[in-house]
């Protein structure tokens, strides 16, 4: 979200995420750099290539913000929704909930604070899964994620 | 002269030794001449004809004097040899040219130009057998000759080979210098055909340094020029390049159609090397769109073209990627054989043998050989210490896997100083991984293995060693993740040093939200450990410092565990009242999770104390609410507590069967619902649908860590249908059979397979004195059992046994 309701709870939340000392917050009211070109492709980028997005849902959901979710989710990142608890969503932002909290995880907070517990603590069950994950699916010590390399030339010459 | 003793008994086999040859300029003897032109003759007759004629013709010409022309001759044979995929003929030649030229005036233009020619041929050659230092040295070498001969030409081929060979060593700002040289001599002569390599080549350049908006502006005057003076090679090389960028864009689609095309002009120009590129990076494409099966079948042919042609500096580049990939789409065999011909090729060019070695070990152990994978990993350990530094990151692959290994092998105990040891030999952070993942390694092996002894302590010290190396900054977190990590595994006496250490980091970095997550979990170990004063001193702390600002989730934790707390110290009012407050907490944030199971928790305590109506009414709500699965199924396996409490068995029988539909609770949950089910099913009456959910039980317990509680309420379960005659079902083998798996289970031995001995010794002794009454008053068969147990499971676990047999209520 851009609205500026929001912009406490976007610093509760990198900061929780930061205070990890391992992960690193972007978002674009801190982290982008003006300039002669469109923030969009900037922000979906990134959005592309986290590991996590944390979605704030208010009382609307603009295009771009939308466009970051599904860019995240369409790169298999771990997104989590989080809406303030007195917060009256108009009819787009309502149909958007419904349809995603089926499919991923959401909470409510009340204060700052509070966000910034429930980001941890997600953070902290997911990463405890992975760890968990990784361990039990030990039988396979290859590392098949490691990115193939392209062909570093366009043949000799 | 064949000095370096290279037998030869086929083309392919010797090309690696003549090829060195012709690099390091040595002549070939007469008799090995003649035996490679015999070769050479079975697979290509016209070819080995044809050269025969050439090379004696130079030959003749040398010894009358005539050199100049000979080595001219000779050079531009060499040139086409190595352009039409003949490298064979071409080193050949280069050996026989660069042995002439050694016999002939040196300021000579034409002598000067032919040994450039020749010399610049022999650092091609140098590249396909993956000597980078020496090809280097080779264009070094023609260059300077080309610049005295004042052959501008050779000059620019000389740099543009310079720049491929700077870009293989990642050097990408000598790479870019030597290719705008070349760039601006190649204008000079009107070369469209070089300026258009040269054009790629700073297009490629410029992608490695991921300056996207130079390589457009190099593809696009590439482009401009190829549409005059194309041909299918250039053009490959063109579409290659707009694959790259459009890969770096973020654009598959585009990069895969780029790369098809490239791939489809590299094969129209009969250019193996563009070819085997092109395939390369389509390949590295399809696995970016998670296509891998499609980037495993590109990658097969790009390996198979790159070994016809002996190009083996691409194959070095393709085989990790191509072992990756085999593993990936469950070509575990395929891999195994792959990363063993990656060995060869890299002790052939004797670079990237670490990591290789590697990679086969990895693969070893992938295929289920542990041994050799050991030994595999040990010798990529050993072959990176040459240069740790640089191989730090191979090094710490290999340590994770070396772990990963003996793990697999059961040999992780033997060696935890061996591995910690060069653990400690890595960089900070890489060391604190490493001792991370053997110390959660071995806490796995706590969980099959007995408590006792030395290895507890080992793992704690490990694991608090790995926080130690890390900045104060970086210590909470893992902390808390390893507590959580080692909390499922049942290890709550290793998380309790950990929490308190990456508390004291958390409160000196001023980690607020950290302190209270810390503060929360460490107040749980502390449960655990019974330690109940020390947990609600934490808990207060957080309710204090949650109350300011509002933070319901540090909240209703707090008075959530604060309740279990209490009730546990039997103290059912305040566990009452924490319970409440943990009620309006969720109630006031609206979470319908933390609802639920705050309605739960309290209708716990309200069971505790009696109050079963009160307890009903809220488990209902939680029932028809929309809660978790996990925690439905606690309210419904509550409800089924109650009914069977109140005589209602048919009704418990009832909650308890939709407690395991709606399930997704933890195995021991499953477990005591299962359990919950056998008793109201026993006090049913009701034969069929008892044993069948015995036989679940069974199943259930097994899956379980040991626990005394739920052995216990299993064995009065199944004793309670025996003796009150309702079936023939030899209840007491059963228990017995649960009871010993599950403390053998505990002591270490997971074989307990159908055939297992003491099993079926029990089985066989219960089942007998099973029909003559309850095993536990029958003096016979306890002393049966006791002497089994004694023979068949270590002591302690034998004493425990039989004490809690001839304890067992009648």
């Known amino acids: 979200m851009r609205s500026g ?153 | 002269m064949a000095a370096d003793g290279t037998t030869l008994s086929g083309p392919d086999d010797e090309l690696p030794g003549i090829i060195r040859l012709a690099v390091t300029g040595g002549d070939l003897a007469d008799s090995l001449f003649r035996q490679l032109m015999r070769s050479m003759a079975r697979s290509a007759p016209e070819l080995a004809a044809d050269l025969r004629a050439e090379v004696k013709a130079a030959r003749a010409a040398s010894r009358v004097g005539d050199t100049e022309g000979s080595l001219h001759r000779i050079a531009g044979l060499a040139e086409g040899f190595l352009e039409s995929g003949s490298p064979e003929l071409a080193a050949v030649l280069c050996g026989v040219g660069l ?30 057998i993956g000597r980078y230092t020496e090809a280097s040295i080779c264009f070094e070498e023609a260059r300077s000759l080309a610049i005295t001969a004042e052959d501008a030409s050779l000059v620019a081929a000389a740099s543009l080979n310079l720049s491929n060979t700077a870009r293989i060593a990642g050097d990408l700002m000598s790479a870019e210098r030597h290719a705008r040289a070349a760039l601006r001599l190649y204008q000079e002569q009107a070369d469209a055909r070089g300026q258009i390599q040269l054009l790629q080549t700073l297009g490629s350049i410029a992608v490695e340094a991921g300056d996207l908006d130079q390589a457009e502006h190099w593809v696009a005057r590439a482009s401009t020029v190829l549409r005059s003076h194309g041909d299918p090679g250039l053009t490959s ?36 090397d563009k070819t085997v590129a092109a395939l390369q990076s389509w390949s ?149 991984e490493a001792l991370q993942q053997l110390g959660l390694y071995l806490a796995t092996e706590l969980c099959t293995t007995s408590p006792t002894g030395a290895l507890p302590g080992q793992v704690g010290a490990l694991l608090l060693e790995s926080l130690k190396l890390r900045t104060f900054r970086r210590r909470a977190w893992p902390s808390l993740l390893m507590a959580s990590h080692l909390e499922q595994l049942g290890q709550h006496a290793l998380t309790l040093p950990l929490l308190r250490s990456g508390l004291a980091a958390a409160r000196r970095a001023g980690q607020e939200t950290m302190i209270r997550q810390i503060r929360n979990d460490l107040g749980l170990a502390l449960v655990q450990a019974a330690e109940y004063p020390a947990a609600l001193r934490l808990f207060a702390q957080n309710i204090n410092a949650a109350t300011v600002d509002e933070d319901l989730q540090t909240l209703g934790l707090a008075h959530f565990n604060r309740s279990e707390t209490y009730r546990r110290m039997g103290q059912q009012k305040n566990a009452q009242s924490a319970a409440q407050a943990a009620l309006q907490i969720a109630e006031e944030s609206g979470d319908r999770d933390d609802l639920a ?8 305590t309200f069971m505790d104390q009696g109050l079963f109506q009160d307890a009903q009414g809220l488990l209902e709500m939680v029932v028809g609410g929309t809660a978790k699965p996990k ?14 409490g109140h005589g209602q068995p048919v009704i418990a029988a009832d909650r308890y069967r939709q407690a395991l539909q709606v399930g997704e609770r933890s195995r021991k949950g499953k477990a005591e619902t299962l359990l919950g089910l056998c008793e109201a099913l026993a006090a049913s009456g009701l034969r069929r649908p008892y044993v069948r959910a015995l036989q679940r039980a069974v199943d259930a317990l097994a899956l379980v860590r040991y626990d005394v509680g739920l052995a216990s309420r299993f064995l009065r379960c199944a004793m309670r249908w025996h003796e009150n005659g309702k079936d023939s079902y030899a209840a007491e083998a059963l228990a017995v059979g649960i009871l010993v798996g599950a403390a053998q289970f505990e002591e270490g031995d997971e074989n307990l397979g159908e055939g ?55």
């Open chain 2, 756 to 810: 297992n001995p003491l099993l079926v010794g029990l089985g066989v002794a219960a089942g007998a004195l099973g029909t003559e009454g309850p095993f536990n008053r029958d003096p016979a068969f306890v002393s049966l059992l006791e002497s089994r147990l004694k023979e068949n499971l270590p002591k302690r676990a034998a004493r425990a046994i039989i004490k809690f047999i001839r304890d067992l209520p009648n």
């Open chain 2, 597 to 604: 199971e705050a309605r739960v928790q309290l209708a716990l």
């Open chain 2, 284 to 432: 590295a494409v399809a696995n970016d769109a998670d296509r891998p099966a499609v980037a495993r079948r590109r990658l097969t042919s790009a390996v198979t073209l790159a070994e016809q042609q002996n190009l083996r500096w691409r194959l070095q580049g393709m085989l990790p990627s191509l072992v990756r990939l085999q593993v990936r789409t469950g070509r575990k065999a395929e891999a195994y054989s792959t990363a063993e011909r990656l060995l060869e090729v890299a002790r052939e060019a004797e670079s990237g043998v670490a990591e290789a070695e590697a990679l086969l070990g990895a693969a070893m152990l992938d295929n289920g050989m542990l041994e050799p994978g050991l030994e595999q990993l040990e010798a990529a350990w050993g072959s990176s210490a040459v240069t740790p530094e640089e191989d730090s990151e191979l090094r710490e692959q290999v340590l994770h896997n070396l772990i990963v290994g003996h793990s697999l092998n059961r040999s992780l105990q033997g060696n935890i100083q061996g591995l910690a040891d060069r653990a400690r030999t890595l960089p900070k952070d890489p060391a604190a």
């Open chain 1, 5 to 157: 309701q929001l912009s406490d709870a976007r610093l509760a939340v990198a900061e929780a995420i930061e205070e990890s000392g391992f992960h690193e917050a972007w978002y674009w009211e801190r982290d982008g750099h003006a300039g002669p070109f469109s923030s969009r492709p900037v922000c979906i980028g990134q959005a592309e290539t986290s590991d996590y997005l944390i979605l704030l849902l208010g009382e609307t959901l603009t295009e771009v913000t939308r466009d970051e979710y599904f860019a995240a989710k369409g790169a298999a990142a771990v997104v989590i929704i989080f809406v303030p608890s007195t917060c009256q969503r108009d009819a787009e932002a309502e149909a958007f909930f419904q349809a995603e909290a089926t499919t991923v995880t959401y909470g409510t907070y009340r204060s700052p604070a509070d966000l910034k517990s429930r980001v941890l603590k997600s953070l902290q069950a997911h990463a405890v899964r992975i760890l968990r994950e990784r361990q039990l699916d030990r039988q396979l010590v290859t590392n098949p994620a490691t990115q193939l390399t392209a062909a570093t030339g366009n043949g000799g010459s």
């Open chain 2, 237 to 272: 090389g063109n579409h290659h390049l707009r694959g790259r960028i459009h890969v770096l864009q973020g654009d598959l689609d585009a990069a895969e159609a780029s790369l098809q095309l490239a791939v489809a002009a590299a094969r129209r120009a009969k250019d193996s």
């Open chain 2, 99 to 128: 042995n002439l030229a050694t016999n002939m005036t040196a300021d000579e233009t034409e002598v000067l130009a032919g040994r450039a020619s020749l010399r610049n041929v022999a650092g091609l050659l140098a590249i396909r």
């Open chain 2, 631 to 644: 925690t439905k199924a606690a309210a419904l396996s509550s409800l089924g507590s109650i009914a069977l």
